[in-house]
Each structure stands twice: as C-alpha cells, then as structure tokens.
C-alpha cells in the first residue's frame, strides 16, 4: 500500500461553485475536476486494485458519503485520507469494498459452464484416473461472492460422484470482499435464490429448520460444506497461496473490473496455479480480454492450458 502522502486525494469532490463563477472558470473548472477524478480512481485502485471506469466516480463518491458523515467527517476526501493513513477502525477498509463492488451471483448461472465441467472436464480427468492419475478434481472460484459457484459446482461434481462417474473432490473459493467471503463459509440463503436449482437438488443438497431467526433460508447440507472452503484472497496481489495443480479456475465476471495489465496480469498469475490441460473459466462478457501464451481457448468463455 503506498504511503498516505501519495495518495492523498485534494479537491474531490469538487466544490459546487455554480453561477456565473463557474461559467467564467468552466475550462479551469472542469480541468479541476477531471484530476481530482483521477485522483480518486487512483486511490480506490492503490487501496483495492478495483479500477473504476471514470463514468462512476460520481457514484461511487455518492456511495462513500454514507461511510464520511457515518465518522463525521467533512468530506470523502478527509475519509480516504485518514483511511489511508490507518486512522479508521481496521474493518473500514472492507467497508469501502462492499460499496465499490458489485457481488450479483446466482446458483446455476451460465448453466452450460456447469455442463462443461461434468461431461468434458470431468470426463477427461475420469480417463486421466483410469491411467493411475490422483483421483482427486479441484476447482477454484476465484471471485466466488457469496458462494453460489462454488456450491453449484460442489452440487454437480457430486451428483457425478455418486453415478459412479466422478472421484473426490475439493472446491476453494476466494473474494476480496471479507463479508462475501464470511456469508459463502455459512452457506445460508433465502430460498427465493434457490429458484434456479433443480427440485432434486433442492431436497438433497439444502437443509430448512425450524428455528425462526432463519426462517425462509436454507443452509447447503455439511457433505458439500465439508469440502468447500472460503477464503479472503486479493487478486491484484502478486502471488496466491493457492495449490498449482487445480483442475479448473473459474474467473467469472471479475475480470470487467480490471484494467487491461491487471487483466493480463491476473489471468498470468491463475494459469500458473492450473494443472497442464486445466481449464480457465471466464464470464460471457469477458472472453476477449484472456490472451495468454499458455492458454488456448476451446469454447467462447473457456481456455485449457496447453
Ligand atoms: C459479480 S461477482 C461474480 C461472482 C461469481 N463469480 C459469478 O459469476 O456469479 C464479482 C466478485 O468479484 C469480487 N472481486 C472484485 N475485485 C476483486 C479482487 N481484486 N480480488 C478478488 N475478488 C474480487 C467481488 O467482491 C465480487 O464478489
């Protein structure tokens, strides 16, 4: 993290001068203006790696002001400032991410990923098996939310499991968001999102309770959790404890926050952690952005390493 005196952030957000000060400024003005947006991008991606697309500057300042008048502070300039220079409480900075990112998951979401993984991916690790490879399948949700990937992963590798058509297996998900991370290790969810699981996967893999401080939710059962681990992992950092022989990486609608070097960079960084004919999954929108040496790609979002 760069010290305080880099990154501190003057002139955002811009003072309202309105009127007839502001038509004489107005080039003056809007100058003024623009760096200081600069200016904050920079900070949100020096203390998060997020890169803002300049257009949301206005909004993510809006978003902060909640957290400014929460301290009694006068400005968002002030709360980046002291939050840099670790005057917050130490749980701020996770405050901050929660209101930059967008955490939008879904059980079964891109269904034809998850048919993918069983009938190609699976298969192809099932003959590597028959020929004395480890029959262990480890998958990575590297930008897992509130779990919902991971645990619609964990549902069809193990109904593969139980046809006789899998082997073990070991899913690891990973956020930078402490809170989403927090909420996929509980594996609690309203049942309005299990809408789009399958009936029979409903009543084998999700557990109701009486109890009324959970009422209308439903808990993943403990065989899925029992394999499933969470954990609070930054994927602008420039190395992961993460094992390097993993099956597939899922990398799904993430990627749109990056700049292009991170981009490139992070998906580098993951191919190094994918077995030799792994595979990178990517979100819809992001298929254009995997250029990689190591990485060839065999269906629009999904890339094997070579
Ligand atoms: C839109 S959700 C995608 C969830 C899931 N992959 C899916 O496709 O349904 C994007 C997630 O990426 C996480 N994220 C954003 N920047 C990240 C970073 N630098 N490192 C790790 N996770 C990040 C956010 O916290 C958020 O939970």
């Not at 956020?175 to 996967?201: E, F, G, H, K």
Request: include cysteine.
């Amino acid at each position: 993290m760069p010290p305080p005196d880099r990154v501190r952030v003057q002139g955002w957000p811009p003072r309202d001068r309105g009127g007839r000060e502001a038509e004489e400024n107005g080039a003056m003005l809007s100058e003024n203006v623009q760096q200081a947006s600069d200016r904050f991008r920079d900070l949100i991606r020096s203390i998060t790696g997020i890169s803002l697309p300049p257009h949301k500057v206005q909004m993510i300042d809006q978003r902060l002001r909640r957290r400014v008048m929460a301290f009694g502070l006068p400005d968002t300039e002030t709360y980046l400032a002291q939050l840099m220079a670790g005057a917050l409480p130490k749980d701020e900075l996770g405050q901050v991410i929660d209101l930059i990112t967008t955490n939008t998951t879904s059980f079964f979401r891109e269904a034809e990923h998850f048919t993918f993984l069983i009938d190609v991916v699976l298969a192809e690790k099932m003959a590597q098996v028959r020929h004395g490879m480890p029959a262990r399948f480890k998958l990575w949700s590297a930008a897992a939310s509130e779990g919902a990937e991971a645990y619609t992963a964990a549902m069809v590798l193990e109904e593969a499991r139980r046809a006789g058509k899998g082997c073990d297996w070991a899913i690891l998900g990973t956020d930078l968001s402490q809170r989403m991370v927090d909420r996929a290790q509980a594996a609690i969810y309203a049942n309005d999102q299990l809408s789009t699981v399958p009936a029979a996967l409903q009543r084998r893999y999700f557990l109701t309770s009486d109890d009324p401080s959970v009422a209308g939710k439903s808990r993943v059962v403990p065989e899925l959790r029992r394999n499933v681990r969470f954990r609070h992992l930054n994927l602008m950092d420039h190395r992961y404890p993460v094992d390097r022989d993993v099956d597939v990486v899922m990398l799904r609608n993430v990627l749109i926050y990056f700049d292009q070097t991170d981009k490139e960079q992070v998906v580098d960084r993951l191919a190094g952690h994918l077995l030799s004919g792994g595979y990178l999954i990517v979100g819809h929108a992001e298929s254009m952005v995997v250029r990689h040496p190591a990485l060839r790609q065999v269906r629009p979002t999904i890339f094997r390493k070579v």
